[in-house]
């Protein structure tokens, strides 16, 4: 006899959703990381040199300089805010109209774009990468969840994680920047020293920065002094707070004395220190041990100083170093030669 008892009713399985249909928050991920990657390709920044942002030109692309302008800058904050944006070479008609009613004659500086086809290849390459990765991480997880907002303990507690990383983060770079601001003031607060030019590397992105009216190079809100020019008082009063100023690439003392030659010492704080001019500062043969410990050093101007072959010897460990100014320094053609032999690449003037 067939059996005739009541099956159980069994509930419809719900309809898989098609691989390409993406939910509601995967899309609006997706949008969100094409506006960060825009943000990152889109405005441009100033290349940066060992002197600090160098202003022959403007650069744009992430991770890699995809496309460099040769421009005629703008004369203001808000003017250069809105050329960072744009892939213009010259101001706007307005900005440039003003600048033609001054009536200093300034020649105009050449102008153009230079592309890399090999960095915008990889640009994209980079961009479609994340934009993949995030759909399928984002709809991955949006299908083994009834909703979006629903999150795991070990989610919650990685999200938490990150947020006080972030924070931590902007905390030091906040503190770090106003302890060297601070440094700064102490310098030009100590006998008059002076320096002509101080620059920083902004932490932020150049358009950020002009857009809140800070000038990029001297006052950003978030950075590294690197770059140090003195032309009044001692050198003592820079070398006495090198230790607060780390980031340091270029340093000018020359014609500072040097009152106390064991503040060189306080160099080993540079760790990437690539021009130094110590000519006329009254440095000795004993006193280039602490300059030889600056290995990142590429210039060195030790012109005008009491200096003889023993000092050079010092000079051999600096194997990146390849420019030397020794101007009236007396030091044989030996020294010299040995020096030169230990070092190919470098490139020395006696002149």
């Not at 990029?216 to 809100?221: G, Q």
């Not at 080993?268 to 300059?291: A, F, M, P, Y």
Request: charged residues 20%; aromatic residues 6%.
């Amino acid at each position: 006899m067939p059996d005739e008892s009541p099956k159980a009713d069994v509930p419809p399985q719900p309809r898989k959703r098609p691989w390409w249909r993406l939910h509601v928050s995967t899309w609006c991920l997706v949008l969100l990381t094409v506006a960060i990657l825009a943000v990152l390709n889109i405005p441009g920044s100033l290349p940066q040199s060992s002197a600090g942002p160098n202003r022959s030109g403007i650069a744009h692309g992430w991770p890699w300089t995809m496309m460099e302008r040769q421009v005629i800058w703008p004369d203001t904050n808000d003017d250069l805010a809105a050329f960072l944006w744009s892939w213009s070479v010259q101001p706007a008609p307005d900005a440039a109209l003003a600048q033609s009613r001054t009536f200093v004659i300034r020649p105009q500086p050449p102008t153009g774009r230079t592309y890399y086809p090999a960095a915008v290849a990889g640009n994209a390459a980079v961009a479609m990468a994340l934009l993949v990765a995030v759909i399928c991480l984002a709809e991955r997880r949006r299908r083994q969840r009834s909703s979006f907002w629903q999150i795991t303990l070990t989610e919650g507690l990685i999200g938490c994680a990150a947020l006080a990383a972030g924070l931590a983060w902007l905390g030091w770079e906040v503190k770090n920047t106003e302890r060297q601001r601070a440094a700064v003031d102490a310098i030009h607060a100590d006998h008059g020293t002076r320096c002509l030019d101080v620059y920083w590397e902004s932490r932020l992105p150049d358009w950020w920065e002009v857009r809140h009216g800070q000038l990029v190079a001297t006052d950003p809100i978030l950075g590294d002094v690197v770059y140090i020019h003195t032309i009044l008082g001692t050198a003592d009063a820079v070398l006495k707070r090198l230790q607060r100023l780390p980031a340091v690439r270029s340093l000018y003392l020359g014609g500072r004395p040097l009152n106390d030659p064991s503040l060189l010492a306080e160099l080993k704080h540079l760790r990437n220190l690539q021009l130094l001019d110590l000519s006329r500062t009254g440095v000795r043969d004993e006193d280039l041990k602490h300059i030889a410990a600056c290995e990142t050093l590429v210039e060195l101007d030790l012109s005008h100083n009491p200096i003889s072959d023993e000092g050079l010897e010092h000079l051999h460990r600096l194997r990146h170093l390849r420019f030397l100014d020794l101007t009236n320094v007396e030091v044989s053609v030996e020294a010299v030669d040995a020096l030169q032999a230990a070092l190919p690449e470098l490139i020395i003037t006696d002149d």
